[in-house]
């Protein structure tokens, strides 16, 4: 366990978040900000969408994992790499590794997405599966680090993953700052922290008005919970959740320090708000998103964020979903 001290001296600064966005140019997609008169009128607010569900491999993921990888081959030579999850951020890993000629190992639940196992072999990852329920992913993926000298490539809770998940808010701050406006309020997605610390990380540099909140699952509200008791609480673990994305079993030792500097709260959703969120996404917005990607749409859309916002961005983090799952959303 990290002291307090060595989780704030890992924190990434705006700098960090600036070299994260040049390693990633030309090989991250820099995702718009979309504007949608409806969405507007249905939150009362003016509202954009970055839709990462347009990013490489479906999801923001991929963003962490190649600076974390490029970062490592900076620093000297790497004969591989292993990762473990449920699904975006494998995705993100091995397609990331196979552009850098890295080989990749990724240690994924039996449960994951059908999609997301397929698209990660696809994409040149060697897949382990594992019992969630009965099995640690990150043992299994720590011993094959030790047994190969390969590096881990965590899914949150590490400075050059966050660093480079938070090029997604240098990039709000940037194109707002192109409109002409000023984003007051930010949703996105949340599970280990990664994500949203890395955008609080860059928005909170640009805008220190600015309110950002995480969302999440409302059986799977770590974070929330965490940020109300000024400690680091874990979920049940008996819980389950379509949102397969957001399933972390507590705040990360390096993210949690950072979103409590940062942010302004938590908002929750439940699984079928989720859905009718990927419901709208896909007739409204024309934009396929996962449930776990819709989590702060869903938030938003049940009335859930602060109403005095003059600017909201709305964070879609990924689009990673299976057929059954997006005909059961659009079916309700």
Do not use: W
């Amino acid at each position: 366990m990290l002291k307090n001290s060595d989780a704030a001296s890992a924190a990434p600064a705006l700098a960090d978040v600036e070299a994260a966005a040049k390693r990633i140019s030309g090989q991250a997609q820099r995702t718009p900000l979309l504007h949608y008169p409806e969405l507007d009128q249905r939150l009362g607010t003016r509202a954009f969408i970055k839709p990462e569900c347009l990013q490489v491999t479906g999801s923001f993921k991929f963003r962490g994992a190649y600076n974390k990888i490029k970062s490592a081959l900076e620093a000297g030579k790497v004969p591989g790499v292993v990762a473990f999850s449920s699904g975006n951020h494998a995705q993100g890993v091995a397609a990331a590794a196979s552009l850098l000629g890295v080989p990749s190992i990724i240690v994924m639940p039996e449960d994951a997405p059908r999609i997301k196992i397929a698209n990660t072999k696809a994409l040149g990852g060697e897949v382990r599966l594992y019992d969630r329920y009965k099995e640690d992913r990150e043992a299994i993926a720590r011993a094959i680090a030790r047994d190969k000298g390969y590096v881990v490539v965590p899914p949150y809770d590490d400075p050059a993953i966050i660093a480079g998940q938070g090029t997604i808010g240098l990039e709000i701050a940037e194109d707002c700052a192109r409109l002409g406006v000023s984003p007051d309020v930010v949703l996105a997605p949340c599970s280990g922290g990664g994500l949203i610390s890395g955008i609080a990380t860059a928005i909170k540099a640009r805008h220190p008005d600015a309110r950002v909140y995480a969302c999440e699952p409302a059986r799977f509200d770590d974070t929330t919970r965490s940020l109300a008791a000024g400690k680091r609480l874990e979920n049940s673990g008996s819980e389950t959740s379509i949102c397969d994305a957001l399933l972390s079993k507590s705040p990360g030792e390096i993210t949690f320090p950072i979103n409590q500097r940062l942010l302004s709260g938590g908002l929750t959703a439940t699984d079928e708000e989720a859905l009718a969120a990927v419901a709208f996404a896909a007739r409204r917005l024309k934009l396929v998103v996962e449930p776990g990607g819709a989590i702060a749409l869903a938030a938003a859309l049940q009335g859930r964020a602060p109403k005095a916002a003059k600017c909201m961005v709305i964070v879609c983090s990924g689009g990673n979903i299976d057929d059954e799952m997006l005909q059961k959303a659009l079916q309700n």
